[in-house]
T-cell receptor
Framework: SQQGEEDPQALSIQEGENATMNCSYK?????LQWYRQNSGRGLVHLIL?????REKHSGRLRVTLDTSKKSSSLLITASRAADTASYFC?????????????FGPGTRLSVLP | KAGVTQTPRYLIKTRGQQVTLSCSPI?????VSWYQQTPGQGLQFLFE???????NKGNFPGRFSGRQFSNSRSEMNVSTLELGDSALYLC????????????FGPGTRLLVL
Protein backbone atom coordinates (compact mmCIF):
# COMPACT_ATOMS: atom_id res chain seq x y z
CA SER A 1 0.00 0.00 0.00
CA GLN A 2 1.17 3.52 -0.67
CA GLN A 3 -0.75 4.85 2.31
CA GLY A 4 0.67 7.90 4.01
CA GLU A 5 1.12 7.86 7.75
CA GLU A 6 1.21 11.20 9.53
CA ASP A 7 3.27 11.82 12.59
CA PRO A 8 2.52 12.95 15.22
CA GLN A 9 -1.13 11.99 15.60
CA ALA A 10 -1.76 15.11 17.66
CA LEU A 11 0.20 18.30 18.21
CA SER A 12 -0.48 21.18 20.56
CA ILE A 13 1.46 24.44 20.30
CA GLN A 14 1.20 28.08 21.29
CA GLU A 15 0.21 30.77 18.83
CA GLY A 16 3.26 32.14 17.05
CA GLU A 17 5.21 28.89 17.24
CA ASN A 18 6.01 26.71 14.26
CA ALA A 19 4.26 23.39 13.68
CA THR A 20 5.87 20.48 11.88
CA MET A 21 4.01 17.41 10.71
CA ASN A 22 5.50 14.43 8.98
CA CYS A 23 4.15 11.93 6.50
CA SER A 24 5.68 8.61 5.52
CA TYR A 25 4.57 6.32 2.74
CA LYS A 26 5.50 2.92 1.42
CA UNK A 27 5.62 2.81 -2.36
CA UNK A 28 6.72 5.12 -5.15
CA UNK A 29 4.45 8.07 -5.82
CA UNK A 30 3.85 10.70 -8.46
CA UNK A 31 2.94 13.45 -6.07
CA LEU A 32 2.10 14.14 -2.47
CA GLN A 33 -0.49 16.61 -1.28
CA TRP A 34 -1.41 18.14 2.04
CA TYR A 35 -4.98 18.95 2.98
CA ARG A 36 -6.53 20.69 5.96
CA GLN A 37 -9.85 19.77 7.51
CA ASN A 38 -11.64 21.89 10.05
CA SER A 39 -13.75 19.91 12.46
CA GLY A 40 -16.16 17.67 10.58
CA ARG A 41 -16.00 19.64 7.36
CA GLY A 42 -14.62 19.11 3.88
CA LEU A 43 -10.94 19.01 3.05
CA VAL A 44 -9.14 22.07 1.75
CA HIS A 45 -6.20 21.54 -0.57
CA LEU A 46 -3.07 23.23 0.77
CA ILE A 47 -0.15 22.31 -1.40
CA LEU A 48 1.05 19.71 -3.88
CA UNK A 49 4.61 18.58 -4.36
CA UNK A 50 5.64 16.35 -7.24
CA UNK A 51 8.02 13.46 -6.94
CA UNK A 52 10.79 15.36 -8.75
CA UNK A 53 10.56 18.32 -6.37
CA ARG A 54 12.25 18.61 -3.00
CA GLU A 55 10.68 21.69 -1.46
CA LYS A 56 7.74 24.02 -2.03
CA HIS A 57 6.46 27.10 -0.30
CA SER A 58 3.04 28.66 -0.12
CA GLY A 59 2.63 31.57 2.25
CA ARG A 60 3.37 30.28 5.75
CA LEU A 61 3.53 26.70 4.51
CA ARG A 62 6.68 24.85 3.59
CA VAL A 63 6.61 21.30 2.32
CA THR A 64 9.59 19.04 1.78
CA LEU A 65 9.72 15.69 0.05
CA ASP A 66 12.42 13.07 0.41
CA THR A 67 11.66 10.26 -2.00
CA SER A 68 14.67 8.24 -0.84
CA LYS A 69 13.21 8.12 2.66
CA LYS A 70 9.63 8.07 1.39
CA SER A 71 8.71 10.93 3.65
CA SER A 72 7.39 14.47 3.56
CA SER A 73 7.04 17.21 6.09
CA LEU A 74 4.68 20.14 6.38
CA LEU A 75 5.89 23.18 8.29
CA ILE A 76 3.47 25.91 9.32
CA THR A 77 5.32 28.98 10.50
CA ALA A 78 4.03 31.61 12.92
CA SER A 79 0.94 29.55 13.69
CA ARG A 80 -2.40 31.13 14.43
CA ALA A 81 -5.44 29.90 16.32
CA ALA A 82 -7.20 29.60 12.96
CA ASP A 83 -4.67 26.93 11.95
CA THR A 84 -6.30 24.58 14.44
CA ALA A 85 -7.45 21.67 12.26
CA SER A 86 -6.57 18.18 11.14
CA TYR A 87 -3.93 17.88 8.46
CA PHE A 88 -3.77 14.98 6.03
CA CYS A 89 -1.20 13.92 3.52
CA UNK A 90 -2.40 12.17 0.39
CA UNK A 91 -0.12 10.25 -1.90
CA UNK A 92 -0.92 10.21 -5.58
CA UNK A 93 0.00 7.34 -7.79
CA UNK A 94 -1.17 5.64 -10.93
CA UNK A 95 -2.68 2.23 -11.19
CA UNK A 96 -4.51 0.47 -14.01
CA UNK A 97 -7.45 2.81 -13.55
CA UNK A 98 -5.57 6.08 -13.61
CA UNK A 99 -4.47 8.29 -10.76
CA UNK A 100 -5.57 7.38 -7.27
CA UNK A 101 -5.10 9.08 -3.92
CA UNK A 102 -4.51 7.47 -0.57
CA PHE A 103 -4.92 9.50 2.58
CA GLY A 104 -3.11 9.06 5.86
CA PRO A 105 -4.88 9.12 9.26
CA GLY A 106 -4.05 12.77 9.83
CA THR A 107 -2.40 14.97 12.44
CA ARG A 108 -4.67 16.95 14.72
CA LEU A 109 -3.11 20.36 15.35
CA SER A 110 -4.26 22.59 18.20
CA VAL A 111 -2.93 26.13 18.30
CA LEU A 112 -3.52 27.71 21.67
CA PRO A 113 -3.98 31.49 21.95
CA LYS B 1 -16.93 29.80 -9.42
CA ALA B 2 -19.08 27.80 -7.04
CA GLY B 3 -17.42 24.98 -5.14
CA VAL B 4 -18.45 21.38 -4.78
CA THR B 5 -21.87 21.08 -3.20
CA GLN B 6 -23.27 18.11 -1.37
CA THR B 7 -26.82 17.44 -0.28
CA PRO B 8 -28.11 16.81 2.22
CA ARG B 9 -25.60 18.01 4.77
CA TYR B 10 -26.98 15.89 7.60
CA LEU B 11 -29.01 12.73 7.56
CA ILE B 12 -30.37 10.35 10.18
CA LYS B 13 -31.49 6.91 9.12
CA THR B 14 -32.24 3.62 10.83
CA ARG B 15 -30.66 0.24 10.22
CA GLY B 16 -31.96 -1.50 7.14
CA GLN B 17 -32.97 1.67 5.33
CA GLN B 18 -31.28 2.97 2.24
CA VAL B 19 -29.90 6.42 1.55
CA THR B 20 -28.94 8.49 -1.50
CA LEU B 21 -26.40 11.28 -1.31
CA SER B 22 -25.85 13.85 -4.01
CA CYS B 23 -22.78 15.73 -5.21
CA SER B 24 -22.53 18.56 -7.70
CA PRO B 25 -18.97 19.13 -8.88
CA ILE B 26 -17.35 22.41 -9.73
CA UNK B 27 -18.54 23.65 -13.10
CA UNK B 28 -16.39 22.10 -15.82
CA UNK B 29 -15.13 19.29 -13.60
CA UNK B 30 -15.97 15.89 -15.01
CA UNK B 31 -14.42 13.56 -12.46
CA VAL B 32 -16.10 12.87 -9.15
CA SER B 33 -14.74 10.74 -6.33
CA TRP B 34 -16.41 9.67 -3.11
CA TYR B 35 -14.77 9.02 0.24
CA GLN B 36 -15.99 7.74 3.58
CA GLN B 37 -14.47 9.25 6.70
CA THR B 38 -14.80 7.65 10.11
CA PRO B 39 -12.80 8.17 13.32
CA GLY B 40 -11.60 4.59 13.24
CA GLN B 41 -10.76 4.07 9.57
CA GLY B 42 -9.96 7.61 8.47
CA LEU B 43 -10.54 8.63 4.88
CA GLN B 44 -11.29 5.70 2.63
CA PHE B 45 -11.83 5.82 -1.10
CA LEU B 46 -15.23 4.57 -2.25
CA PHE B 47 -15.32 5.10 -6.02
CA GLU B 48 -14.55 7.47 -8.84
CA UNK B 49 -16.70 8.43 -11.81
CA UNK B 50 -15.79 10.06 -15.06
CA UNK B 51 -18.03 10.53 -18.10
CA UNK B 52 -20.81 8.59 -16.40
CA UNK B 53 -18.56 5.56 -15.97
CA UNK B 54 -17.15 4.13 -12.78
CA UNK B 55 -13.39 4.10 -13.25
CA ASN B 56 -12.21 2.88 -9.91
CA LYS B 57 -13.70 1.34 -6.82
CA GLY B 58 -12.45 0.97 -3.28
CA ASN B 59 -12.81 -2.00 -1.00
CA PHE B 60 -16.42 -1.58 0.05
CA PRO B 61 -19.32 -4.06 -0.09
CA GLY B 62 -21.83 -4.03 -2.92
CA ARG B 63 -24.28 -2.16 -0.71
CA PHE B 64 -22.37 0.94 -1.71
CA SER B 65 -23.06 2.06 -5.25
CA GLY B 66 -22.99 5.21 -7.24
CA ARG B 67 -23.64 6.79 -10.58
CA GLN B 68 -22.84 9.89 -12.53
CA PHE B 69 -25.14 11.84 -14.78
CA SER B 70 -24.42 13.54 -18.07
CA ASN B 71 -24.05 16.90 -16.29
CA SER B 72 -21.31 15.31 -14.11
CA ARG B 73 -23.46 15.38 -10.99
CA SER B 74 -23.06 12.21 -9.00
CA GLU B 75 -25.06 10.24 -6.50
CA MET B 76 -24.07 7.51 -4.16
CA ASN B 77 -26.45 5.02 -2.63
CA VAL B 78 -26.08 2.84 0.40
CA SER B 79 -28.62 0.09 0.81
CA THR B 80 -29.47 -1.93 3.91
CA LEU B 81 -27.76 0.54 6.21
CA GLU B 82 -25.67 -0.73 9.10
CA LEU B 83 -24.59 1.11 12.24
CA GLY B 84 -21.04 1.11 10.93
CA ASP B 85 -22.08 3.16 7.92
CA SER B 86 -22.34 6.21 10.16
CA ALA B 87 -19.71 8.52 8.74
CA LEU B 88 -18.92 11.73 6.94
CA TYR B 89 -19.23 11.11 3.21
CA LEU B 90 -17.06 13.41 1.16
CA CYS B 91 -17.26 14.10 -2.53
CA UNK B 92 -14.34 15.51 -4.49
CA UNK B 93 -14.21 16.77 -8.05
CA UNK B 94 -11.44 17.40 -10.55
CA UNK B 95 -11.23 18.36 -14.18
CA UNK B 96 -10.27 14.85 -15.22
CA UNK B 97 -9.27 11.59 -13.54
CA UNK B 98 -5.60 12.25 -13.99
CA UNK B 99 -5.70 15.72 -12.49
CA UNK B 100 -3.52 15.99 -9.47
CA UNK B 101 -5.71 18.20 -7.31
CA UNK B 102 -9.14 17.30 -6.01
CA UNK B 103 -11.60 19.81 -4.62
CA PHE B 104 -13.73 18.58 -1.77
CA GLY B 105 -17.28 19.39 -0.82
CA PRO B 106 -18.38 20.00 2.78
CA GLY B 107 -19.59 16.43 3.16
CA THR B 108 -22.78 14.72 4.22
CA ARG B 109 -22.84 13.48 7.78
CA LEU B 110 -24.86 10.27 8.01
CA LEU B 111 -25.97 8.85 11.31
CA VAL B 112 -27.44 5.37 11.35
CA LEU B 113 -29.46 4.46 14.44
Amino acid sequence: SQQGEEDPQALSIQEGENATMNCSYKTSINNLQWYRQNSGRGLVHLILIRSNEREKHSGRLRVTLDTSKKSSSLLITASRAADTASYFCATGGFDNYGQNFVFGPGTRLSVLP
Amino acid sequence: KAGVTQTPRYLIKTRGQQVTLSCSPISGHRSVSWYQQTPGQGLQFLFEYFSETQRNKGNFPGRFSGRQFSNSRSEMNVSTLELGDSALYLCASSLAPSEETQYFGPGTRLLVL
